[in-house]
């Protein structure tokens, strides 16, 4: 269902003048509330007044991770402490967390664009949402919780965690929607298997995931499993938590409430935007936020945007899922890589264990791009030619998704390191300039 | 008629088939026919031993990756055409070799074959017809 028609379904000439005006606004604010924008617009010859439409964002300075990291606590604020009314904060894995605020309309910014997600998930005031994220400092659960309040819908406030306590609510107290992680909707449907509880004869049709990056096959496992329809969201702390963009019932990209966080996407090299359809890093602006307004934050994730119509009616322009992040991005012989486009290639070979090395080196001033890939038993032949012929297969493939030339060696099981946390896909042996 | 065969993925470094022939000695097992085909990256060593499941299972127990192939062997006679009449034999069932390798008996005059072809039991009837002597998996493993 559509929330919230008059915004979703604005005529996109009508939201650009709109946007044109709460940009400037923002603008206005950041540089008279904010010293470190002050300082940064001033160091870009940048006035408020030069901006007078979303075709100026340009000349605006990007902020970074960095940025925030720097002004930990409270730095970024554009408003005093005593209109604050809520924080929130990223986890910060190194170092020093992101820390954000949230004014009393911010948050009810918030549980609107929230209640557009669940709307657009599926459900609405007659649904009960099993919100499985976890409440606290990260923006997940009260996210989820506040948007379920604003659609009508009755919340059952679970958080994570407790799998069988979950399977237990969703058989008695009959939930329609279902709010976590994908990989913990996932976690749950086994769980119940494990049990012997039938997830899909319960009345359990939707379901709203996120917080990480997921694919389409894991999409259909879960429908599958779960027998819902499983929506992608999206959403980080440095813009508002859940509820920046989400899928429609189409399922082809998630829809940007584009009146509330003003999307572009940029080549992370030369930090020019890039048209429509075009893979690049997401930034985005608010629009709307007092507490902690942000111009063109620079995410790392890696998306595009797509401004042809929505067959659901919402006028809202649409990013496509998450690939990747700028972090793991390299650059070979000019070409923008992502180890992900790799790791894709070689899920799709049957047999190929899931451990794979990118090694880039240099060699006569000319980059060279090897993958080094574990052979498992399944693909193991005692002829020659079967191995050949495998690598030469994988190198076509990836030849075909990169457009750069590439060479595969097979591995013995077991030689490419192993990593506890994140795993180490990368090795660029060329020389640092 | 079959014989086992065991076929282990290597990649070229160095020490790495020391390994592989010191983890079968120190179990006791014997080799007694072995080939190594190699690329620039990798290479398949193929074995033939007195013991294949335990050999197996040292192997794979060092994470290996190890594969059973059916081979056959054959007893060449060690005069001039006489792989020739054995190839012949194949040659006139349209018989596909995909590798072959050859060793020499010490107690016996004559040389041993390993041939692995696609279809085995065609291989082993062509072989037969033609007079050739093909040995037991037994044979083999107590050469
Ligand atoms: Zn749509």
């Known amino acids: 269902m559509i929330w919230n028609k008059e915004a979703e379904c604005m005529p996109v000439e009508q939201r650009r003048e709109l946007q044109s005006a709460l940009l400037q606004k923002t603008v206005r604010r950041c540089y008279e509330k904010v010293p470190v924008y002050r300082k940064k617009f001033d160091e870009a010859g940048i006035k408020p007044e030069d901006i007078r439409s979303v075709d100026d964002i340009k000349y605006l300075p990007f902020t970074t991770r960095e940025d925030l990291i720097e002004n930990y606590p409270f730095g970024m604020f554009a408003v005093p402490m005593e209109e604050i009314v809520r924080i929130h904060s990223s986890s910060g894995t190194t170092g020093k967390p992101k820390v954000v605020g949230y004014t009393k309309n911010d948050i009810n910014v918030w549980a609107e664009v929230m209640a557009r997600t669940i709307g657009c998930g599926g459900a609405g005031k007659n649904d009960i949402v099993q919100n499985a994220y976890g409440y606290g400092l990260f923006t997940g659960g009260l996210g989820i919780h506040y948007g379920a309040e604003k659609i009508g819908a009755t919340v059952i406030p679970i958080s994570g965690g407790n799998t069988k306590r979950q399977i237990m609510v969703m058989q008695d107290f009959g939930s329609t929607m279902l709010a976590c992680t994908p990989s913990y909707a996932l976690y749950i449907a086994d769980t119940a298997a494990e049990m012997g509880v039938d997830i899909r004869k319960?009345?359990?049709?939707?379901?709203?995931?996120?917080?990480?990056?997921?694919?389409?096959?894991?999409?259909?496992?879960?429908?599958?499993?779960?027998?819902?329809?499983?929506?992608?969201?999206?959403?980080?702390?440095?813009?508002?938590?859940?509820?920046?963009?989400?899928?429609?019932?189409?399922?082809?990209?998630?829809?940007?409430?584009?009146?509330?966080?003003?999307?572009?996407?940029?080549?992370?090299?030369?930090?020019?935007?890039?048209?429509?359809?075009?893979?690049?890093?997401?930034?985005?602006?608010?629009?709307?936020?007092?507490?902690?307004?942000?111009?063109?934050?620079?995410?790392?994730?890696?998306?595009?945007?797509?401004?042809?119509?929505c067959p659901c009616g919402r006028t809202h322009f649409r990013m496509g899922r998450i690939t990747g992040r700028t972090d793991d991005m390299l650059i070979i012989r000019g070409v923008n890589v992502f180890p992900s486009q790799i790791e894709s290639v070689l899920l799709g070979v049957e047999g190929i264990a899931p451990h794979y090395l990118i090694v880039v080196d240099r060699v006569d001033s000319l980059d060279s791009l090897e993958v080094w890939v574990e052979v498992s038993e399944k693909v193991f032949s005692d002829e020659i030619k079967v191995l050949e012929a495998l690598e030469k297969r994988i190198e076509r493939e990836i030849e075909s998704v990169l457009g750069l030339s590439v060479a595969v060696r097979l591995k013995e099981p077991k030689t490419i390191e192993r990593s506890e946390g994140k795993a180490k896909r990368v090795l660029d042996k060329r020389p640092k300039t | 008629m079959k014989v086992k065969q065991l076929s282990i993925f290597l990649e070229n470094q160095s020490g790495r088939l020391a390994e592989v022939a010191g983890a079968l000695g120190s179990e006791g097992i014997n080799i007694r026919a072995l080939s190594l085909a190699d690329t620039s990256g990798f290479g398949i060593l193929r074995l033939i031993v007195n013991d294949i499941a335990k050999a197996r299972k040292v192997l794979q127990d060092k994470g290996f990756i190890v594969k059973e192939t059916d081979v056959i062997a054959v007893e060449v006679p060690d005069c001039p055409g006489g792989l020739a009449s054995v190839l012949n034999a194949l040659a006139a069932e349209k018989i596909n070799i995909e590798y072959m390798y050859a060793f020499v008996e010490k107690s016996s005059k004559d040389a041993i074959v390993i041939f692995r072809i696609e279809n085995i039991d065609e291989g082993i009837r062509a072989l037969l017809s033609k007079g050739i002597n093909v040995l037991t998996a037994e044979q083999v493993y107590a050469l």
């Open chain 1, 202 to 309: 319960l009345p359990l049709k939707y379901g709203i995931f996120g917080a990480e990056p997921w694919t389409d096959s894991l999409r259909k496992e879960i429908e599958e499993k779960m027998g819902i329809r499983a929506t992608d969201i999206y959403g980080l702390s440095e813009i508002i938590g859940p509820g920046v963009s989400s899928e429609c019932e189409v399922q082809n990209g998630l829809h940007v409430f584009d009146d509330h966080f003003l999307p572009e996407v940029i080549d992370p090299n030369t930090l020019e935007v890039l048209p429509p359809n075009t893979p690049g890093e997401l930034v985005f602006t608010s629009l709307t936020k007092e507490a902690f307004p942000i111009i063109r934050y620079r995410t790392r994730d890696l998306s595009m945007l797509m401004i042809d119509p």
